[in-house]
Nanobody, 122 residues
């Protein structure tokens, strides 16, 4: 099974930027949906941004205009560029990859990384 490893988190001041990376141990071509989620302490995990195989992206309202999601299938990598960070962006950020074709076949289709901590100080 593909392993997903996030990196790029850290401590940043309000207004700063971070670029998160999610590197897969194998090809991500079959993952027609890849996404970043985040979970703050005591809160539910929430969807931040989604990127589809051919580049179409969607964002949570909280991320629109500040975050940019992208992927490069030749590098088996997805990124989340986060600008104008706010304290409320503080959370553990998780990489997610879904292969809906595998889901139909009953095969493993939903993969998660271990997460990377993002902390924004005020």
């Amino acid at each position: 099974q593909v392993q997903l490893v996030e990196s790029g988190g850290g401590l940043v001041q309000t207004g700063g930027s971070l670029r998160l990376s999610c590197v897969a141990s194998g090809s991500i071509f079959n993952f027609n949906i890849m996404a970043w989620y985040r979970q703050a302490p005591g809160q539910e995990r929430e969807l931040v941004a989604t990127v589809h195989r051919y580049g179409t992206s969607d964002y949570a309202d909280s991320a629109k205009g500040r975050f940019t999601i992208s992927r490069d299938d030749t590098k088996n990598t997805m990124w989340l560029q986060m600008n104008s960070l706010k304290p409320e962006d503080t959370a553990v950020y998780y990489c997610n990859a879904k292969d809906t074709h595998a889901q139909v076949l009953g095969d493993p289709y939903d993969f998660w990384g271990q997460g990377t901590q993002v902390t924004v100080s005020s």
